[in-house]
């Protein structure tokens, strides 16, 4: 454990190894908020608002990090432009990012809300391999960021695996079927939802 939310830090840590987990409470229930792995940052709001944690911070893979200061900061955004312009494009990403959490969490109905989380990280974490599709988040972390527990979330995915939206997965990746069948059940979605006053 790096650091608890609440908790005073005056540091930033810059992840040369490893990987570092970011998490909340959320109604006192941890919540993970993002996996970093190498070359990420994180911590930089306790030195730039002068204010307590606002998460928590656990390594969860042996990790080598660098520890940078307040004068050491400063002194990179002062005399290094692109760490500045670095810094500045983290910080609207991982913005857009929160935001994109918070909208899945309007999805009420549990296979909405997986369908449409499973069609977004498939943009931004979908890598290939062995022909198929691999989402690099785990059911763990996807259920901790959309807002589902461990048992509704395996009987979704066992239910998508029964249609070939989901081929397999695990704690380390979840891996999609036919990316087509995804997008037909999310286009089922928003007809029912535009017709549901006909039902």
Known sequence: MLFREGDPGREMYVIVSGRVRISKRVRDVEKAMTTLPAGEFFGEMAIL???TRSATAMV?????????????????????RDVALRLIRRLAHRLEEANQDLMLLLYRDPSSRVAHALKRF???LGK?????????IGTAE?????????VQLGLVLSRFIE?????????EY????????LDRFLEFLELRHQFSDLV
């Not at 290939?128 to 690099?136: S, T």
């Open 49 to 51: 608002n002068d204010r």
């Open 142 to 150: 996807l259920g901790e960021r959309i807002g589902i527990d461990a």
């Open 174 to 181: 979840i891996e999609l079927g036919d990316p087509t069948r």
């Open 122 to 124: 498939a943009c931004s």
């Open 60 to 80: 969860i893979e042996d990790a080598e990090l660098m520890v940078v200061g307040p004068d050491a900061f400063d002194g990179l955004i002062a005399h290094h």
């Open 128 to 136: 290939r391999h062995q022909g198929q599709l691999r989402l690099e």
């Open 163 to 171: 249609k070939g939206i989901v081929l397999d997965h695990c704690d």
